[in-house]
């Protein structure tokens, strides 16, 4: 019931294109869906978040839409850029926070 | 504002040795949390803390690992004996409390051999 399921595992885009990374939960106490973004030896960081009564929010090229009856979440990033390859993690938040799997994105010049 | 501070960066010892991790958080933040993070995989909670008192620790392997926070500021993670598995980075995060949003440090690679 904790899990957060993340596909794909690797994603290859090229320089412009748009990147999409999805991800399913099981838990309905989850109220809080961030992603976080993980540099090579760096820890993770916030990159967006949601909470379950909005359906999509847009910060700049990062864009998270929310299917809360399907349970179901995704994370968007458009004009992908070489400097956005890195590991993403979405994850579901409650009391405490359970990461997916993680999402290896490398974006091709 | 200064980041999660964590020290050592890295650590390489033998299986069946102790080692412990140190962790700063970001200056009034009441939770901490230790994660796990095995190559290839999401952070894993080990235990969280808000302030010094734990919150959770359900995934914690107490056979071998310890951790304590004092004063409700800094953190410390013990591991003894150390296994193979327990090769990953530990990574520690503080959050506010008040929202969710938590703050990570670079981790602490540790290799057991």
């Known amino acids: 019931q904790q899990q957060v399921k993340q596909s794909p595992q690797s994603l290859i885009v090229q320089k412009g294109g748009i990147s999409i990374i999805n991800c399913a939960y099981e838990?309905?106490?989850?109220?809080?869906f961030p992603w976080y973004q993980q540099f090579p030896g760096k820890g993770p960081a916030l990159l967006i978040a949601?909470?379950?009564?909005?359906s999509e929010k847009k910060e700049g090229r990062f864009t998270i839409s929310f299917n809360k009856s399907a349970k179901q979440f995704s994370l968007h990033i458009m004009d992908s850029q070489p400097g956005d390859s890195a590991t993403y993690f979405c994850?579901?938040?409650?009391?405490?926070?359970?990461f997916g799997q993680g999402t290896r994105l490398t974006i091709n010049p | 504002e200064a980041g999660v501070a964590q020290s050592p960066r890295y650590k390489i010892i033998e299986k069946r040795q102790s080692v412990a991790f140190w962790c700063n958080p970001i200056?009034?933040?009441?939770?901490l949390y230790w994660y796990q993070q095995i190559l290839g995989q999401g952070p894993k909670l080990l235990i969280q803390?808000?302030?010094?008192?734990?919150?959770?620790d359900s995934q914690l392997p107490k056979d071998r690992f310890s951790a304590e926070r004092l004063k409700g500021v800094d953190s410390t993670l013990k591991i003894q004996p150390a296994k193979l598995e327990d090769s990953a980075v530990y990574l520690c995060?503080?959050?506010?409390?008040?929202?969710?949003?938590?703050?990570f440090g670079q981790g602490t690679r540790l290799t057991v051999v």
């Open positions: 995060a503080s959050g506010t409390g008040i929202d969710p949003e938590a703050f």
């Open positions: 838990n309905t106490a989850f109220d809080y």
């Open positions: 949601i909470r379950p009564d909005v």
């Open positions: 994850v579901g938040g409650a009391q405490k926070l359970v």
């Open positions: 200056s009034g933040h009441a939770t």
């Open positions: 803390f808000q302030n010094n008192g734990v919150v959770d």
